[in-house]
């Protein structure tokens, strides 16, 4: 059995170098399909025999992409821009686009008029859930997004293929579950750094796969002493919490993360698909069950209350708001956010996210200050 | 027991020595920020200032935007709770803390103890910073320090509306070409940057006293103008640049006085 | 300044114009009443289906005409900065939403004085997406804060150029006889179907008024300046199915044809250059446009934005219906789409130039100036030039960057008009 170490830096790997994972499985006669954040259906993507892999921009300041999308946009879109523009995303089939924000509504289109040699499928979800026409609505979408797929790629996907998916991603969904509980009783050894790492290496693997060492990871974890940890714990919301640069600083304050709403890791892994007798159905019915999230909308919103909860249940310190700059519906939800996580007695920190520069010194002043007010707040 | 308190800012370094955690003993300040002699030299100045010697110093604290590249320190510690504790030993009526420095400005809401409640800072942008005041003045051609004196002329302030370093740079450009006289730029300059800082202190919510820190506090106008934009009356010291490095001396008295306790409970266990 | 004010003459204000503001104020009385009679009001998405709320005879208030009124009279700094600090909101978000939510926070304040218009709280909001997604959150943190309902008809992004198909239009449709029906129940009031027809067709005759008016700039000189416009949009988003637009859409046409006939226009000075101008208007910031576009002699002699509130369909048709206005923004069209409708617009009113507002509030539209610039610089040839700004927050605009770029494209139009002859 491999060390916990030697897992998480494979996984680490991954994170860092996605691109290999892509060339390995194009090597294996793989197709892969590229999909944008936050939610596609990835399962039909698996049904078809192809890998399914997440495209979420990177640290790079975009030379070109600012001939499409204006320096106040998402940073991420303007990196998928950057390196779809350049070739970096050679050998995907095709890519994914739930348009879900204004800025992919804009990318759909800078996506069909720039990078003219890999096909976009742009999609939408019904924000109206509540109406009785949703469901319908949303079953011939994913059948159209399902058609095209097909025709692009020439692969079939059956609905006894994606059945079968939908129990992978399932499990996988259930294992990372799983990984974030294991993972607060060892928080020595999974950092702020490397719990990023088992959660986005997810979207550059097959289901599948990953689950394997996600799995042989848990016990490996489940075989070292637990770790009764002295610093500070914070949950982290919003859209991704990235580089690792940034990550270290809060295990350079000693502060440990212990749970999260990040669109990037456990959003994407808290709704399950339900049961039922229609794979099409089923992939539907999920959409219909997701909470809490800044993307989906709801006449109840109750991402507060969940956060929360996470506090409460993790028995940690406080939220840290890692706020995409430029990603307007997270800039929206921020203020009633913290307002109420602030009213229910808890701290609240917010960060800047932005893929563009490499500069953290802000961040990194904001969490030394957030941890020496908590600290002198509740020794 | 002497402690010292160095504060390495983008532009400027600041250093206090305090006595017994009570009496400030000695101050400098050097017109030069991180990554150049300024860190070693303010070190050496405040030392002359009071004619110690290293030797006597028992410990060092550093904060800053230089904090993590000055090894000549026992500790380091984050500029918002330094300036808390600075404040609160030279205003110790104060509760909402503006500090605007040169990369960023701050608003931080502090208990009477001086510990750090709450805090907020700037976008990552120049706008309602020290910077932002430097690029004015250079295109203006005056001194930052002259800013305040000039302003003080002031007969209509003007009205410079962008937030954009660029952009307002553009706006004073044509506000020259078209005559409109220097001290009403400056006047309108400095509405500008109380706008930015004022949006900031609401979002921390104001509570009284109100005091500034930071070099720009120095600057009467833009303290005026942050004093209409609040409806409220701001407290400044005249020590209020050094406030950061002051805070950095009182922690490494509280530290040495700690650290002195638990060596004596260790001598007297054995 | 003295020589300018020579040259231009000051006319007296059209009677259309008085008509609008007439029409505006009594709008918000009227709404102010109803609230003051303990009756319902709503705040509404500026490309609802207005048609439902006329029917039942609720008035309805539109926060983006609103904080555009605010902002236009220089109140939305204010506003701004209390968003902003007090409440919060990050500067990137729409100034529009700033503006309102700002405000909204200050109404709940009794001795609030407020600017005029004068808007009161909602009982209930009317949420359409058209738009852009931003409308969804805006109106969600309303319906959150305010603790009022809202009745949310949710529109799909056109991202082809094909219709939309059958069961898109089926579920936009769904959601308007749903919404017919909650509002039917929150209102009390019974539905009236006759009503509903009739204010379909009242509203297709005032569309296709206001279409007519916008074509007849055309004409050589233009009859309006093609700033006027932006002023006489508020009839159609605020009273698209009232008589009373009816009324002012012929008077206005009258004056207009009037001006065709004298050769006269309702721009100043002599027009050297006829532009298209792309996106919202700088509202607090139009006074420089205009005052810029002026003393290069340039007129913007239409704009993609009168286009929005363009919205066909056959009365009676709920599917028609659902379909028109799941298209009508032109934040629901694709990039080719716009780039197709505005180079066909350039080319029919004859523009030598295109201006386009980077507004920094309407991310969707911007998306379409940068996407769109090359193909519509293939359809027509014409040199294109973009600028920084802010449908609400004048801290976007640089005077300066404004006048440097017009200048700049003002000159090429010049050399290109030359070359033309030579």
Request: a neutral charge.
């Amino acid at each position: 059995m491999r060390s916990v170490n030697a897992i998480i830096q494979e996984l680490d790997r991954i994170v860092s170098h996605p691109r290999v994972m892509l060339e390995k499985y194009l090597g294996k006669g793989k197709k892969v399909v590229g999909c944008f954040p936050i939610y596609i259906p990835e399962e039909l993507v698996h049904a078809g025999g192809m890998i399914p892999m997440g495209i979420w921009g990177g640290q790079v300041s975009p030379a070109i992409a600012g001939k499409y999308s204006p320096t106040f946009t998402c940073s991420i879109m303007r990196s998928c821009m950057e390196f779809g523009l350049t070739g970096k995303y050679q050998g995907l089939s095709c890519v994914l686009l739930s348009v879900l924000c204004d800025t992919f509504r804009g990318t759909s289109q800078s996506w069909r008029i720039g990078v003219k040699d890999i096909p976009i499928i742009p999609f939408i979800q019904p924000q109206n859930r509540e109406s009785k026409a949703a469901k319908e609505y949303l079953i011939a979408e994913y059948r159209s997004v399902r058609n095209r797929l097909e025709e692009i790629t020439g692969c079939k996907i059956t609905d006894h293929a994606l059945s079968k998916s939908i129990e992978v991603y399932n499990r996988h969904n259930q294992t990372m579950r799983e990984f974030a509980e294991v993972a607060n009783e060892h928080l020595d050894v999974v950092s702020a750094k490397n719990r990023h790492a088992v959660m986005k290496s997810s979207h550059f693997m097959e289901k599948a796969e990953h689950t394997g060492i996600v799995q042989e990871l848990i016990a490996g974890l489940k075989a070292l002493p637990v770790c009764e940890w002295k610093g500070k714990k914070v949950i982290l919301t919003g859209i991704t919490a990235e580089p690792n640069e940034l990550l270290d600083i809060f295990t350079a304050n000693k502060i440990a993360v212990v749970g999260d709403d990040l669109a990037q890791e456990s959003r994407q892994f808290r709704t399950d698909i339900p049961d039922g007798d229609n794979p099409m159905e089923r992939l539907t019915d999920q959409w219909f069950l997701r909470k809490g999230c800044s993307l989906v909308f709801e006449s109840h919103r109750c991402r507060g209350d969940m956060l929360i909860n996470q506090l409460k249940e993790n028995n940690a310190d406080g939220i840290v708001v890692c706020l995409m700059k430029f990603c307007d519906i997270e800039e929206y939800e921020y203020p009633i956010i913290a307002q109420q996580i602030e009213d229910a007695g808890y701290p609240t920190l917010c960060i800047e996210i932005d893929q563009s520069t490499q500069d953290n010194e802000q961040s990194r002043t904001k969490i030394q200050s957030f941890t020496e007010m908590i600290n002198d707040r509740r020794p | 027991m002497f402690t010292v308190g160095i504060d390495i800012g983008s532009t400027t370094c600041k250093s206090v020595i305090i006595n017994d955690g009570s009496i400030i003993v000695g101050r400098a300040i050097v017109p030069f920020g991180t990554g150049t002699i300024g860190p070693k030299r303010v070190y050496q100045s405040v030392l002359d200032s009071c004619g110690l010697s290293r030797d006597d110093i028992e410990r060092t604290l550093v904060t800053g935007y230089g904090r993590f590249t000055f090894d000549d320190a026992d500790n380091q510690k984050s500029e918002m709770s330094c300036h808390a504790k600075g404040v609160n030993f030279i205003i110790p009526s104060a509760r909402t803390i503006i500090d605007i420095g040169g990369q960023d400005a701050k608003a931080l809401r502090i208990n009477p103890n001086g510990m750090l409640e709450d805090f907020v800072m700037n976008d990552k942008c120049a706008a309602g910073t020290g910077k932002f005041l430097d690029v004015m003045a250079g295109i203006l051609n005056v001194k930052v320090a002259d800013l305040g004196i000039i302003s003080e002329h002031s007969q209509v302030e003007v009205s410079i509306s962008n937030t954009c370093t660029v952009f307002a740079e553009s706006e004073v450009i044509s506000k020259l070409s078209m005559n409109v006289a220097i001290e009403d730029i400056i006047a309108g300059i400095h509405r500008s940057v109380a706008k930015k800082v004022a949006a900031l202190v609401y979002r921390n919510g104001i509570v009284k006293d109100v005091a500034m820190s930071g070099g720009v506090a120095l600057n009467k106008g833009v303290v005026g103008a942050m004093r209409k934009e609040l409806k409220t009356d701001i407290l400044v010291h005249e020590d209020c640049q050094l406030a950061g490095a002051l805070g950095a001396a009182l922690f490494a008295w509280e530290e040495a006085v700690k650290a002195n306790r638990c060596s004596q409970t260790q001598k007297n266990n054995e | 300044m003295s020589e300018e004010s020579k040259r231009i003459t000051q006319r007296p204000v059209p009677l259309s114009r008085i008509m609008v503001n007439e029409q505006t104020a009594k709008v918000y009385e009227d709404a102010l009443e109803t609230k003051k009679r303990g009756e319902r009001i709503a705040w509404s998405t500026a490309i609802y289906v207005q048609e439902i709320c006329e029917t039942l005879g609720v008035p309805v208030l539109y926060p983006e005409n609103h904080s555009a009124a605010l902002a236009a009279k220089h109140y939305g700094e204010d506003l701004i900065q209390y968003a902003e600090g007090n409440m919060r909101y990050p500067m990137n978000i729409c100034s529009y939403a700033r503006i309102n939510f700002a405000f909204a926070d200050k109404l709940k304040d009794p001795n609030y004085e407020w600017p005029s218009p004068a808007m009161p709280l909602p009982d209930l909001l009317l949420l359409a997406n058209n738009s852009c997604v931003q409308l969804t959150k805006w109106y969600q943190n309303l319906s959150d804060t305010l603790g009022v309902p809202a009745f949310f008809i949710d529109m799909l992004y056109n991202f082809t150029e094909e219709k939309a198909s059958a069961y898109k239009v089926k579920y936009i449709r769904t959601q308007i006889e749903e919404a017919i029906t909650a509002l039917e129940a929150f209102i009390g009031r019974k539905f009236d179907w006759d009503k509903f027809s009739e204010i379909q067709k009242r509203s297709a005759l005032n569309n296709k008024l206001f279409k007519e008016i916008i074509a007849l700039n055309v004409h050589k000189p233009a009859p309006l300046n093609g700033f006027d416009l932006f002023n006489y949009m508020a009839p159609m988003v605020i009273c698209r199915g009232k008589e009373s637009t009816t009324d002012i859409l012929l008077q206005l046409k009258k004056e207009v044809e009037e001006n065709i006939k004298n050769n006269t226009s309702t721009y100043p000075v002599d027009q050297e250059h006829r532009v298209f101008w792309e996106g919202i208007a700088c509202w607090p910031c139009m006074r420089h446009n205009l005052k810029t576009l002026r003393n290069l002699g340039i007129n913007a002699v239409t704009n993609g934005y009168v286009t929005a509130w363009d919205i066909n369909y056959e009365p009676t048709n709920l599917d028609g219906m659902a379909a028109a206005y799941n298209f009508a923004s032109t934040n629901s069209k694709s990039t080719p789409t716009v780039a197709r409708l505005r180079s066909d617009l350039i080319k029919k009113f004859g523009c030598k130039g295109m201006i386009c507002h980077v507004n920094k509030s309407c991310k969707v539209m911007d998306f379409h100036v940068f996407g769109g610039r090359d193909l519509i610089q293939k359809y027509t040839g014409v040199p294109i030039v973009n600028f920084d700004g802010d449908q609400g927050d004048s801290r976007s605009y640089s005077e300066a960057q404004f006048e440097t770029r017009i200048q700049g494209l003002a000159e090429i139009m010049k050399q290109n008009k030359e070359g033309n002859h030579a």
